[in-house]
């Protein structure tokens, strides 16, 4: 099933026409990583589908009520604010009705009325569900594979360089899990072995993904199918990349 049907896409900058009258699907099980020259506009077709950039032409429809999740490098860290408590805010919606079940427990003990009692106990439930004490671990796991460990979780996120930056939102965004991820490269400032971690997350990862990428070994690894831009086109190939002549481009049939 489509989880994303773009057609007719065209855009230009100046006197360079990116793509012309582009037309794919990207549907639940797609793992798609995106190749192209540099500049050809790999960067550009995720602004477009994440709507930060309107198109000269053509229509992107999502399936409805779909989760979309993307490495918005500018996003705001509050200054202060530790990593770790930055990494929180991906279970924001959880801790806010942590902090619910408390107020209705402590109504209860000034005012012990089995309503309140109930109610606080609906939540509780629904929070063990949903880990919420296994939070913690969870954003450990994630950011000792990232490599955040070394920096420190208690380390303020005001004081981080660029790479580190982009490391602690691609964290948050791997906690969150929304049903579909957008990535532009995310491998950028990764070290081999956090490569190698993050390659296993996204081959686990049951949502689908599109995610730009120059490592090819990466693209290799994670991906089921291919976009790949060139010369105004883009074209999807089912299957993975590999290297015919030692040239690595994508293979089989197009779809
Ligand atoms: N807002 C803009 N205004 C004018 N030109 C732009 C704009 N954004 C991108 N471009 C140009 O469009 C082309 C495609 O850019 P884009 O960043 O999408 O390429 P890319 O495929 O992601 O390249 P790379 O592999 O280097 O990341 C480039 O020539 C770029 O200079
Ligand atoms: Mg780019």
């Known amino acids: 099933m489509s989880v994303l049907t773009v057609t007719g896409l065209s855009q230009r900058f100046l006197d360079k026409q990116l793509y012309q009258d582009a037309s794919f699907q990207v549907n639940e099980a797609d793992h798609l990583g995106v190749v192209g020259q540099n500049g050809v506009g790999?960067?550009?077709?995720?602004?477009?589908?994440?709507?930060?950039?309107?198109?000269?032409?053509?229509?992107?429809?999502?399936?409805k009520h779909l989760n979309v999740g993307y490495l918005d490098q500018y996003v705001n860290l509050k200054p202060g604010q530790t990593i770790m408590e930055f990494l929180r805010t991906?279970?924001?919606?959880?801790?806010?009705?942590?902090?619910?079940?408390?107020?209705?427990?402590?109504?209860?003990?000034?005012?012990?009325?089995?309503?309140?009692?109930?109610k606080a106990g609906t939540l509780q439930q629904e929070l063990?569900?949903?880990?919420?004490?296994?939070?913690?671990?969870?954003?450990?796991?994630?950011?000792?594979?990232?490599?955040?460990?070394?920096?420190?979780?208690?380390?303020?996120?005001?004081?981080?360089?660029?790479?580190q930056r982009s490391k602690i939102i691609l964290a948050k965004?791997?906690?969150?899990?929304?049903?579909?991820?957008?990535?532009?490269e995310p491998t950028n400032y990764l070290d081999v072995s956090h490569v190698e971690w993050l390659t296993g997350w996204l081959q686990e990862f049951e949502g689908a993904f599109?995610?730009?990428?120059?490592?090819?070994?990466?693209?290799?690894?994670v991906t089921n199918a291919i976009?790949?831009?060139?010369?105004?086109?883009?074209?999807?190939?089912?299957?993975s990349l590999h290297q015919p002549c030692g040239k690595k481009r994508p293979i089989t049939r197009p779809t």
């Open 42 to 63: 790999k960067s550009t077709l995720i602004k477009i589908l994440t709507g930060s950039l309107e198109p000269d032409a053509g229509t992107i429809v999502w399936k």
């Open 128 to 163: 063990e569900a949903n880990e919420l004490y296994d939070l913690d671990t969870k954003i450990e796991t994630v950011a000792t594979g990232l490599g955040l460990d070394a920096i420190g979780l208690d380390h303020p996120v005001d004081a981080l360089s660029g790479g």
């Open 210 to 221: 599109i995610v730009i990428s120059h490592d090819f070994d990466f693209l290799e690894q």
């Open 90 to 118: 991906a279970f924001a919606s959880l801790y806010a009705k942590e902090a619910k079940m408390n107020e209705i427990y402590a109504d209860y003990a000034a005012d012990p009325d089995d309503e309140l009692l109930e």
């Open 227 to 239: 976009l790949d831009i060139e010369f105004g086109t883009i074209t999807k190939y089912t299957g």
């Open 173 to 184: 965004l791997l906690l969150e899990k929304p049903d579909m991820l957008l990535l532009d």
